[in-house]
């Protein structure tokens, strides 16, 4: 009897740490290696296609994973359309008439259900490899991606305004906001590099170019053009000359007081974080490891795991 008892505690035991493996389980770049092995080739295929036919393409798949995490964790809540229940993150003020991208992920989210015969692979872990893919394409770094997330069954506008970084915040407010999900100074100085693709929009820059003095005179002129005073508040500006391309231009700019959102610039203007981005304005090696490590810390901002949230059929609702 004594040794049925122990039997039973030991299989006791190993049902219940099942369990609490499969509802806490850890993120892997194993994940789909059985479940679905298609499907990093699948999403990978897709991406370059999508960047091949606009380059641009490649800054927006990568700002959507970033704005995605920095909302309630890393959980695919920015893709959800809004209905009667949900005020979706595509409202918000980051994200308004300036995120991208959506129609890709649908086509990739499509090809990796036909690759896999189902629905196995989440839309939060599709942004985290498509960022990755984008970033590959245009010449930047590449990292094994943790994979494992599942996707969340809201969203939220308010938690996007309040928790996605402003194009007007301070050095102190950036480092508190990184702080707040995880991240430290470092972090923020290598991500913010994510600004060496894409555009950003007049209403973002104005203030900068018109209030700021620690600007470039002659970059603040040409601006000017693109963004009067009043009006053309989507008129777009280039965040780095080689927008298109993966580089550390983005740290030389601000360097030589051109960077183009106020936010940009407090990377360097007599703080805490000038030295890292003097170091990465010559250094595309010390980028480039620092950047891939520091995404794979972005991509662990608070997923959702094992039994939580669920694996969306449609990226843009709940299921």
């Not at 770094?141 to 969340?152: A, M």
């Not at 060496?196 to 018109?210: E, H, N, P, Q, S």
Request: aromatic share 10%; charged share 25%.
């Amino acid at each position: 009897m004594a040794l049925r008892g122990y039997f039973f505690v030991l299989l006791h035991v190993f049902v219940f740490s099942a369990l609490a493996t499969s509802a806490f389980s850890e993120l892997s770049s194993h994940y789909y290696d059985y479940s679905c092995p298609k499907a990093l080739s699948t999403i990978k295929t897709v991406v370059e296609t999508a960047v091949q036919k606009e380059r641009r393409m490649g800054a927006s798949l990568t700002r959507l994973h970033f704005h995605d995490c920095f909302v309630n964790g890393c959980d695919g809540s920015i893709l959800l359309d809004s209905t009667s229940s949900i005020d979706s993150e595509k409202n918000s003020n980051a994200n308004f008439e300036s995120a991208r991208g959506f129609e890709v992920v649908d086509e990739i989210k499509q090809a990796v259900d036909e690759a896999c015969g189902k629905p196995v692979v989440s839309c939060a872990d599709i942004l985290a490899v498509a960022a990755r893919d984008s970033v590959v394409a245009l010449g930047g770094p590449t990292w094994k991606v943790k994979l494992g997330r599942r996707d969340s069954t809201t969203a939220s506008r308010a938690a996007a305004d309040a928790n996605i970084p402003a194009p007007f915040f301070s050095l102190s407010e950036l480092i508190t906001n990184f702080r707040n999900h995880g991240l430290d100074e470092k972090d923020l100085v290598v991500l913010a590099g994510g600004h060496t693709l894409g555009y950003a929009r007049c209403a973002t820059f104005r203030d900068r170019i018109y209030e700021d003095s620690n600007i470039d005179s002659d970059f603040a002129k040409d601006l000017k053009y693109i963004c009067p005073t009043t009006g053309g508040d989507s008129n777009l500006s280039p965040l780095d000359p080689t927008a298109a391309q993966f580089d550390k231009n983005y740290y030389s700019n601000l360097v030589q007081k051109k960077g183009l959102l106020h936010s940009d610039q407090e990377l360097f203007n007599g703080g805490s974080t000038d030295e890292l981005v003097k170091e990465y304005s010559y250094d595309t090696e010390d980028f480039y490891e620092d950047f891939a490590n520091s995404m794979i810390k972005m991509g662990n901002i608070q997923p959702l795991t094992g039994n939580q949230g669920e694996i969306r059929v449609n990226c843009r609702k709940i299921n």
